[in-house]
């Protein structure tokens, strides 16, 4: 249709969310769905997920917030892309409400159950960088006080006046005591 009516495409198109879960689950879902159905009666099995069952490290590094629609479909399934808090969770812990509940704030709903976490987890959505609609408080202060510990994640975060943080993350991913590496930035747009 896309070819014979160039209108068609603008009708109802594919949002991020439905994009990335087709391209990391090979199945279809409505848009606003992290790796799950449609009908949001079930989740979808992702690469990601597929890859950790035969002992790979795996993870996601993007540009844009780390909870966001096209990383959170890697790393995480809900029903809906606005829940950024349950999908960061997620990526990050495997447990979709690790800093927090749906009673506190609603971005952590929407789950559907644990997964195994990440092993890498580069992007934006620092909370002091105009990110605390994807990424709060609680998860930066966690990440911050469990850096370098075993299991855990080694955490690198932009910080005032040293925007760069791409030379600390290189010396943190050398570091033969790194298994687990989070990277949390933004710009004064949220993104990077």
């Known amino acids: 249709l896309a070819w014979?009516?160039?209108?068609?495409?603008?009708?109802?198109?594919?949002d991020s969310a439905a994009a990335a879960t087709?391209?990391?689950?090979?199945?279809k879902t409505n848009n606003g769905r992290i790796a799950v159905s449609a009908d949001a009666s079930s989740r979808y099995?992702?690469?990601?997920?597929?890859?950790?069952?035969?002992?790979?490290?795996?993870?996601?590094?993007?540009?844009?917030?780390?909870?966001?629609?096209?990383?959170?479909?890697?790393?995480?399934?809900n029903?809906?892309?606005?829940?950024?808090?349950?999908?960061?969770?997620?990526?990050?812990?495997?447990n979709p409400n690790t800093t927090g509940t749906i009673t506190e704030d609603g971005r952590y709903e929407g789950s559907f159950g644990n997964s195994m976490p990440q092993d890498v987890i580069i992007g934006a959505g620092h909370p002091a960088w105009n990110g605390g609609s994807?990424?709060?408080?609680n998860m930066r202060d966690k990440l911050a006080n469990e850096s370098g510990q075993p299991d855990d994640f080694l955490f690198v975060?932009?910080?005032a006046d040293n925007e760069d943080g791409g030379a600390r993350l290189i010396n943190a991913a050398?570091?033969?005591?790194?298994?687990r590496?989070?990277?949390?930035?933004?710009?004064t747009g949220g993104n990077l």
């Open 4 to 14: 014979s009516d160039f209108a068609y495409p603008l009708q109802n198109p594919t």
């Open 22 to 27: 087709a391209l990391f689950t090979g199945e």
């Open 45 to 77: 099995s992702s690469l990601s997920e597929k890859a950790q069952l035969v002992d790979k490290a795996v993870g996601a590094v993007t540009s844009v917030y780390l909870s966001h629609a096209t990383p959170g479909a890697w790393m995480s399934h």
């Open 79 to 94: 029903a809906a892309r606005g829940n950024g808090f349950a999908i960061a969770d997620e990526g990050l812990w495997g």
């Open 134 to 137: 994807y990424v709060n408080t």
């Open 157 to 159: 975060e932009r910080i």
């Open 174 to 179: 050398n570091l033969m005591t790194t298994t």
């Open 181 to 187: 590496l989070a990277g949390l930035f933004g710009g």
